[in-house]
């Protein structure tokens, strides 16, 4: 069997998937997922790829604590229970350095575990056509999603926006205004009047530095049980989107089924977002972070 550590949030947790989907498929195996880190009552993220129609044979769980003795020993014994002693663990740094991380992962004998984030196509390339089309909901949006998710397709030149701000302020990565002017002018040189829809955990900032912006803005606001899936989900409904350094936003484009759509993400060099992370046919733009300097695009 394969087993694949689900990593993170959402976007992070659909690229460990991913990979997890692919290895297995290219080994004959049977599919695992750990979602014991996303289980604990103290982590932060839910595993909110559940929400989803993927494939897979079992879920494994196990308890996670935090406390240094647990660290030290009880969660790595719960964690070898779990997925069986003579199981290998690969993770993405070894397969970093293999030039055929597939074909590396289908010679290895006996079961094997997967860790690592996989944060970009290049992992799972061989599988992303049945990846997509398995990356769909479950259940319908919320009224008050449907209704913002129809007036997004009635407008024929409408740009989704993906601002992450929260966590991404407090450790220095969040993108500042620039970025969203420069890829909001790049847009409107491309197509007629758009209308750009704003979304974030943090609304009044972008009303604040968008304020001045020469363009037609509106800042997305609805009642939902389930915001944050059902703001991805509004996002993939745009014509075009501009993305910030997020796995969630990339997801939100790659699942976008638009035809023609224009992209545009942050790229940045001698990060985790390089030229990997970009898809050839989207646009790369410069940008700045609230606690670093400016990257080229």
């Known amino acids: 069997m394969t087993i694949v550590h689900l990593s993170g949030g959402f976007g992070n947790q659909l690229f460990s998937y991913a990979f997890g989907y692919t290895v297995a498929k290219a080994r004959g195996d049977k599919l695992y997922i750990d979602t ?9 993220r839910n595993p909110d790829i559940m929400n ?3 494939a897979f044979d079992r879920r494994l769980s196990y308890p996670i604590k935090k406390n240094i003795f647990y660290r030290a020993l009880f969660n790595k014994i719960a964690f070898r229970s779990s997925i069986g002693m003579f199981t290998k663990v690969i ?10 991380p597939i074909e590396y992962c289908k010679k290895v004998k006996g079961n094997i575990y997967l860790r690592g984030n996989w944060g970009d196509e290049s992992w799972f390339y061989p599988c992303r056509k049945e990846i997509t089309r398995l990356f769909t909901f479950k259940i319908p949006l919320s009224e ?17 926006i993906h601002i992450r701000r929260g ?3 407090k450790i220095g990565i969040a993108l500042e205004k ?10 409107a040189e491309k197509v007629d009047n758009p209308v750009f829809y704003c979304f974030s955990e943090d609304l009044d900032w972008a009303k604040e530095e968008f304020k001045d912006f020469p363009f037609n803005i509106e800042y997305v606001d609805y009642d939902s049980d389930n915001r944050a899936i059902e703001d991805f989900r509004l996002l993939m409904e745009g014509h075009h989107q501009i993305i910030s350094n997020s796995s969630f936003s990339w997801w939100a484009a790659y699942l976008n089924k638009n035809e023609g759509k224009q992209v545009v993400i ?3 060099k001698n990060t985790m977002w390089d030229e990997k992370f970009k898809l050839p046919e989207w646009k790369g733009m410069k940008y700045r972070l609230n606690g670093n300097g400016e990257k080229e695009g």
């Open 52 to 54: 989803m129609n993927i």
């Open 36 to 44: 014991a880190i996303q289980d604990t009552a103290w982590f932060f």
């Open 91 to 100: 993770t993405e740094e070894e397969l970093k350095k293999e030039k055929d």
């Open 144 to 160: 008050g999603a449907k209704k913002v998710a129809e007036e997004i397709r009635r407008e024929k030149n409408s740009v989704t």
């Open 167 to 169: 966590d991404y302020v």
């Open 178 to 187: 620039d970025y969203f002017k420069n890829a909001m002018e790049w847009i």
């Open 266 to 268: 942050p790229c940045m």
